[in-house]
């Protein structure tokens, strides 16, 4: 989950842009926020005011998902694919009700720690795995146990039969 970018415009304007394009090579990342600066400001023109939009792009080898909303100010959000949706639009929301920017950078940057939805996630998934370990054990013990089932018919049987065969030798031999 990244966040690559914010960008904010006023008048069809690049006022502030926010970015953090390490996942991307070292020689297309100027090319990557020109063209992430360029596709914000066609979205512009097709946008009505409040309005939320989302838009998936393909581009450097990545697949971008690009958030936009429109009012007072033109704000735009680009993540990668598993940036949790609600996540990025209520990223949207506070960069338009508040003019601190770095702030809201820095507590994006990892959605888990905001998302209680995430974090639930992550614990069901953890949770899930420690049943199926759980019952891949039992399984593992039933079929043991059949096993030892099966042991304990085999010694039955064959313990019958030495019984058996032990009261015939006892017979012919009474000394008594």
């Given at each position: 989950m990244k966040l690559?970018?914010?960008?904010?415009?006023?008048?069809?304007?690049l006022k502030e842009i926010?970015?953090?394009?390490?996942e991307i090579s070292y020689f297309y990342r100027s090319q990557a926020k020109n063209t992430m600066v360029q596709i914000c400001g066609q979205?512009?023109?097709?946008?009505?005011?409040?309005?939320?939009?989302?838009?998936t792009e393909e581009?450097?080898?990545l697949e971008l998902k690009i958030y936009g909303f429109s009012d007072l100010k033109t704000l735009f959000v680009v993540t990668d694919l598993e940036y949790p949706v609600h996540v990025a639009y209520e990223l949207l929301y506070q960069l338009a009700n508040t003019n601190q920017m770095d702030t809201i950078w820095e507590k994006y940057q990892d959605p888990s720690k905001l998302d209680h939805l995430t974090k639930i996630n992550e614990k069901l998934d953890q949770t899930k795995v420690i049943l199926i370990e759980?019952?891949?054990k039992l399984l593992e013990r039933g079929d043991r146990?059949?096993?030892?089932?099966?042991?304990?018919?085999?010694?039955k049987f064959i313990s019958g039969g030495f019984r058996k065969e032990s009261a015939k030798l006892n017979k012919c031999c009474l000394l008594f």
């Open positions: 690559y970018s914010i960008l904010i415009f006023e008048d069809q304007k926010k970015y953090n394009l390490s979205m512009i023109e097709k946008m009505e005011k409040n309005t939320l939009y989302n838009i581009r450097f080898q759980t019952i891949d146990l059949e096993d030892l089932l099966d042991q304990t018919e085999k010694l």
